[in-house]
């Protein structure tokens, strides 16, 4: 499928490597502080609740809430076209974390502010493993 | 919070404003240039009366101040993002209330739409996270940003997309009274509602205009201002805080918090409060921001800024006229410059078949990760 696929892609080497790995083996690996224990993500050098430099990425719940959500009517990418309208979500995970994401398996009007859900792992290329979520 | 003593101690002495719209012939310096010479006019002074410049969203200070003939005791320059005009306009003040300059230019200059700025899509930068990293799942530009932020307060409130729909057409009627205005047309909410999707849930109707156009204000001393052309407008109060922390995502409280605090120091050094402003100027990026603003500064409570709205409450002859020109919804999206020159001509009372009848005191202000607020006032105190 790697060959056809035509959306943007996450840059995947420098410093949030480990969080693309993470999803390719089907875990939501996040940065954590080792001085102050506030999760992280997208990954810097020092931590921005305590300016620490020491940390590890560790697996996490994969679990999280929906915060909000919108649909894009525009493509603003031509690979996007077939889609439109679809939904971007933010989700808020266990650990605090927020992303920005789609759900999967959820028709439009089902989605609701406040669900609960999980990681879903979507292995768009050989390469590239999405992190998206189900209920 | 600001000094209190500062309240009155500056003033605008002029403005300027280019034709808006599509203006292919001008870079962005001639824009910046144009207004300025309209800002030097409407004041009578001279460029080589200004020993202070802050450049906004022109691409270098030192190929402008050379066009410009300008050589300045102080010069800056500000990345091109609206929540700058009210930081620039407020650093002016500082250097004129400390002695750092005498005579302040600031300028503006945008020609996004000669240029074809997007803001959406591949060269999207907004925000602090690394958008990059939220395109593979579709998510980009200002607008997303503002519909995931209008949905929760829908969810949350019981906003509607009616009363969105209010703002903008309060809006566009204004624009329809100002010749200035990109957008003239005044629509009904039965066209709001048939404008289309961006984002849902926001339509195109809910989106500020891009457009290519220059703002220039020159601020001066309250002493000085008096012996020049036009009556002063003084700024009798301001306040600005960031909320940077998380910024890569919404904020949960719609920036509220930090909104009570710029709304505590600017109506504390005017010593005034939201029912004593005559006109409002919010930064309308989108509609919601319009709500937010209203609810953070204390005009309604929280969560009831869209009943707030209805009943034309924001048009001419409502309880509080906002955005008189269009803003930049209709005017022209010149990223809150032209809604602070709005104010003082409001204040000055030159706004024609728009003008706020005794416009004393207007209020601009910005919901965004940096807030600011500026009180302008016919009288020093």
Same mark, same amino acid.
């Given at each position: 499928?790697?060959?056809?696929?035509?959306?943007?892609?996450?840059?995947?080497?420098?410093?949030?490597?480990?969080?693309?790995?993470?999803?390719?083996?089907?875990?939501?690996?996040?940065?954590?502080?080792?001085?102050?224990?506030?999760?992280?993500?997208?990954?810097?050098?020092?931590?921005?609740?305590?300016?620490?430099?020491?940390?590890?990425?560790?697996?996490?719940?994969?679990?999280?809430?929906?915060?909000?959500?919108?649909?894009?009517?525009?493509?603003?990418?031509?690979?996007?076209?077939?889609?439109?309208?679809?939904?971007?979500?933010?989700?808020?995970?266990?650990?605090?974390?927020?992303?920005?994401?789609?759900?999967?398996?959820?028709?439009?009007?089902?989605?609701?502010?406040?669900?609960?859900?999980?990681?879903?792992?979507?292995?768009?290329?050989?390469?590239?493993?999405?992190?998206?979520?189900?209920? | 919070?600001?000094?209190?003593?500062?309240?009155?101690?500056?003033?605008?002495?002029?403005?300027?404003?280019?034709?808006?719209?599509?203006?292919?012939?001008?870079?962005?310096?001639?824009?910046?240039?144009?207004?300025?010479?309209?800002?030097?006019?409407?004041?009578?002074?001279?460029?080589?009366?200004?020993?202070?410049?802050?450049?906004?969203?022109?691409?270098?200070?030192?190929? %402008?101040?050379?066009? =410009?003939? *300008? !050589? @300045?005791?102080?010069?800056?320059?500000? /990345?091109?993002?609206?929540?700058?005009?009210?930081?620039?306009?407020?650093?002016?003040?500082?250097?004129?209330?400390?002695?750092?300059?005498?005579?302040?230019?600031?300028?503006?200059?945008?020609?996004?739409?000669?240029?074809?700025?997007?803001?959406?899509?591949?060269?999207?930068?907004?925000?602090?996270?690394?958008?990059?990293?939220?395109?593979?799942?579709?998510?980009?530009?200002?607008?997303?940003?503002?519909?995931?932020?209008?949905?929760?307060?829908?969810?949350?409130?019981?906003?509607?997309?009616?009363?969105?729909?209010?703002?903008?057409?309060? %809006?566009?009627?204004? =624009?329809? *009274? !100002? @010749?200035?205005?990109?957008?003239?047309? /005044?629509?009904?909410?039965?066209?709001?509602?048939?404008?289309?999707?961006?984002?849902?849930?926001?339509?195109?109707?809910?989106?500020?205009?891009?457009?290519?156009?220059?703002?220039?204000?020159?601020?001066?001393?309250?002493?000085?201002?008096?012996?020049?052309?036009?009556?002063?407008?003084?700024?009798?109060?301001?306040?600005?805080?960031?909320?940077?922390?998380?910024?890569?995502?919404?904020?949960?409280?719609?920036?509220?918090?930090?909104?009570?605090?710029?709304?505590?120091?600017?109506?504390?050094?005017?010593?005034?409060?939201?029912?004593?402003?005559?006109?409002?100027?919010?930064?309308? !990026?989108?509609?919601?921001?319009?709500?937010?603003?209203?609810?953070?500064?204390?005009?309604?409570?929280?969560?009831?800024?869209?009943?707030?709205?209805?009943?034309?409450?924001?048009?001419?002859?409502?309880?509080?006229?906002?955005?008189?020109?269009?803003?930049?919804?209709?005017?022209?999206?010149?990223?809150?410059?032209?809604?602070?020159?709005?104010?003082?001509?409001?204040?000055?009372?030159?706004?024609?078949?728009?003008?706020?009848?005794?416009?004393?005191?207007?209020?601009?202000?910005?919901?965004?990760?940096?807030?600011?607020?500026?009180?302008?006032?016919?009288?020093?105190?």
């Amino acid at each position: 499928m790697s060959d056809v696929y035509a959306k943007p892609l996450p840059p995947i080497d420098g410093l949030n490597a480990p969080f693309w790995a993470g999803a390719r083996a089907g875990k939501l690996m996040l940065q954590r502080c080792l001085d102050c224990a506030q999760y992280r993500f997208p990954a810097s050098r020092y931590c921005p609740s305590c300016l620490g430099e020491r940390s590890e990425w560790q697996a996490t719940s994969g679990q999280g809430m929906v915060v909000s959500y919108c649909g894009f009517h525009k493509a603003y990418w031509p690979s996007f076209a077939g889609d439109v309208p679809y939904d971007v979500v933010q989700v808020r995970l266990k650990e605090g974390v927020q992303l920005f994401s789609n759900l999967v398996d959820v028709p439009r009007e089902r989605i609701k502010i406040g669900m609960k859900v999980r990681a879903h792992f979507d292995a768009v290329t050989d390469a590239v493993t999405l992190v998206r979520f189900k209920p | 919070m600001p000094n209190k003593s500062l309240a009155g101690k500056v003033a605008v002495a002029g403005v300027g404003t280019t034709r808006y719209g599509r203006l292919p012939e001008y870079d962005p310096y001639d824009l910046g240039i144009w207004a300025l010479k309209e800002a030097l006019a409407d004041c009578g002074l001279k460029i080589a009366d200004i020993d202070g410049v802050i450049l906004n969203r022109i691409p270098d200070y030192q190929r %402008f101040c050379e066009l =410009a003939g *300008l !050589n @300045p005791s102080y010069t800056t320059i500000t /990345p091109g993002h609206g929540r700058f005009s009210g930081i620039c306009i407020q650093t002016a003040v500082a250097l004129i209330a400390t002695g750092m300059a005498k005579t302040v230019a600031l300028v503006y200059g945008n020609n996004g739409r000669s240029a074809g700025d997007q803001y959406g899509g591949a060269t999207d930068i907004y925000g602090s996270g690394g958008p990059g990293l939220w395109f593979p799942y579709g998510m980009t530009s200002p607008g997303a940003f503002h519909a995931l932020m209008a949905k929760r307060h829908m969810e949350q409130y019981g906003t509607t997309s009616d009363q969105l729909g209010q703002v903008a057409m309060a %809006f566009r009627r204004h =624009a329809a *009274l !100002n @010749p200035q205005a990109v957008m003239r047309d /005044p629509f009904t909410l039965a066209d709001y509602h048939a404008s289309r999707f961006v984002c849902e849930p926001l339509h195109l109707l809910d989106y500020c205009l891009i457009n290519d156009g220059g703002v220039a204000m020159i601020l001066t001393n309250a002493k000085r201002a008096k012996n020049l052309a036009k009556p002063p407008v003084y700024i009798r109060g301001f306040g600005q805080t960031a909320k940077f922390t998380g910024s890569t995502f919404p904020p949960d409280d719609y920036w509220a918090a930090p909104m009570k605090k710029v709304a505590r120091s600017a109506y504390g050094m005017a010593g005034a409060k939201p029912a004593d402003m005559d006109a409002l100027m919010i930064y309308d !990026n989108f509609t919601p921001t319009v709500m937010f603003c209203l609810e953070g500064f204390g005009f309604c409570k929280t969560g009831e800024s869209g009943p707030f709205v209805e009943n034309g409450r924001l048009q001419l002859g409502g309880e509080f006229p906002t955005n008189t020109s269009g803003g930049h919804l209709s005017e022209s999206y010149m990223q809150g410059w032209a809604l602070n020159v709005e104010a003082v001509r409001q204040v000055r009372g030159e706004c024609g078949a728009r003008q706020v009848k005794d416009a004393n005191l207007v209020q601009y202000m910005t919901a965004a990760p940096v807030i600011t607020s500026m009180i302008y006032g016919k009288e020093a105190k």
